[in-house]
């Protein structure tokens, strides 16, 4: 049976995996290649690493570390970071990376979902979308560059909208990051994935709030998503990854044992 | 000396670095004349299989593949142009395992098979000693070859397919060995300790 994804998520900046608290105030959490080995032996199924700086910055990730990552890990990973061409995912994809994920750039040029699918398969192209609930309108925004929250804006985007929009152009699989959740541990968004779940035809990822090994087990049964994605749980060493996979299987929620 | 072929296709440094994890250092052959130097080959493949295809007809390498004796497999799209014929495109493949590669039939899943699910071991083989139906691979793709009597372990989404085929020194394997962790690493040991 297809195991639900586990994904812990990494933030690179100036190579050095940094987490924040609602896209803000980044701190230093560890080396790249020592998490990422930590959480593949843990038995994490994917990992993503988001460049978070890239962007802001109008350049691409640093692919030497990627080529690291591809050299020591044997899962499948992931890497966002300032892709916004054929020719920089093509490097990233050489360096090693499985997939590819694009936010900003997508928003500013869409077509560019559909080139990367023409060229490399749906398989690798993942977009990630930052969604916001705004209470005053009771409505979910796309948000873009929100690895700076100096840079970070509302898009003209409506999160369903934009779903269906990236999937018609060729997205092989949707990060759906719920900014009010992120970082606070006060569990997934189930209401806005469940909505988002209805109207999505590939593999979903549930990000943002996780806080404990329940959040993961609602997440499954509640929104039916594919994968769940999250951060400081693991880098704080509030969840085990290990445990965490007994626990979805004792809640019966199919996922892989690796010991 | 195992070889990993390259046709300009596939990315084929995730599958190298797997056999460097595990000591055995593969040489990358761009040429089909090199082949037969080699005691073992790959042939990984990533994208469409008309092109893939395409390519290794341009560049002769049917014949060295009809000549090789010695353990030779493909990974992913890599083992679907080991069989005869495929419905992506609508191409003949190499003809070396018997049956046809045809899109999945998912029903209400979601497409593409993606992530990790288990191999169900069909028969007992050098290829699979150590793995159990419990273990689980990382799937990622949309066509698949049918059970039949070549295959050693089979997958399950949507419908029955070939995780793992073999005939004679021709093997492949579906999912991603090489992004498949331990169980993955047990799997490509088990294929540099296989004598046909």
């Known amino acids: 049976m297809l195991s639900k994804r586990i994904i812990p998520c990494l933030d690179v900046k100036n190579g050095q995996v940094v987490k924040g608290v609602k896209f803000k105030g980044h701190e230093v959490v560890g080396d790249i290649l020592e998490l990422a080995e930590l959480y593949s032996k843990a038995g994490a199924d994917e990992l993503v690493f988001y460049e978070i700086s890239a962007s802001v910055e109008k350049r691409l990730l640093d692919v030497t570390w990627v080529e690291q990552i591809a050299r020591h890990i044997d899962i499948p990973f992931c890497v966002a970071g300032g892709i916004k061409s054929v020719a920089d995912a093509a490097k990233v994809l050489e360096s090693g990376a499985d997939k590819i994920s694009i936010n900003s750039p997508a928003i500013h040029r869409p077509e560019l979902i559909k080139e990367l699918h023409d060229e490399f398969g749906k398989q690798c192209v993942v977009v990630g979308i930052d969604s916001f609930y705004d209470a005053e309108t009771d409505q979910y925004l796309v948000y873009q560059l929100t690895g700076d929250p100096n840079a970070s804006s509302r898009t003209r985007y409506k999160t369903q909208e934009w779903v269906k929009r990236v999937q018609d152009l060729g997205a092989g699989e949707i990060v759906l990051n719920c900014m009010n959740q992120d970082g606070v541990r006060k569990g997934y968004d189930n209401k806005q994935l469940s909505e988002i779940r209805a109207i999505c035809d590939v593999p979903l990822i549930a990000s943002g709030g996780a806080g404990t090994m329940q959040d993961f087990v609602d997440v499954f049964e509640q929104s039916q998503v594919d994968g769940a994605l999250a951060a400081s749980v693991f880098h704080k060493n509030v969840i085990d990854i290990n445990e965490l996979k007994q626990y979805l299987t004792n809640n019966g929620v199919a996922a892989r044992l690796c010991n | ?196």
């Open chain 2, 1 to 196: 000396m195992i070889a990993i072929i390259n046709t300009g296709c596939a990315n084929i440094n995730s599958v190298r670095f797997a056999f460097d994890r595990l000591g055995a250092n593969p040489e990358i052959i761009t040429a089909p004349e090199q082949l037969a130097q080699f005691d073992r080959a790959i042939l990984p493949g990533v994208g469409h299989a008309s092109v893939a295809m395409k390519r290794l007809l341009d560049n002769g390498w049917q014949q060295a593949i009809d000549e090789y004796q010695k353990p030779l497999m493909g990974i992913c799209l890599g083992m679907q142009l080991l069989c005869e014929k495929t419905s992506e495109g609508d191409v003949d493949c190499l003809n070396k395992i018997p049956g046809a590669v045809t899109q999945l039939e998912v029903g209400k899943l979601t497409a593409p098979h993606m992530g990790w699910n288990n191999l169900g071991i069909e028969k007992p083989h050098a290829l699979t000693q150590g793995i159990t139906s419990q273990d689980q691979v990382y799937f990622v793709h949309s066509f698949a070859h049918s059970v039949n009597d070549y295959t050693l372990a089979s997958g399950e989404y949507g419908q029955a397919f070939s995780a793992i085929v073999c005939k004679d020194n021709y093997a492949g394997m579906q999912f991603h060995p090489e992004k498949s962790a331990q169980v993955g690493a047990k799997l490509l040991t088990n294929f540099l300790n296989w004598n046909v």
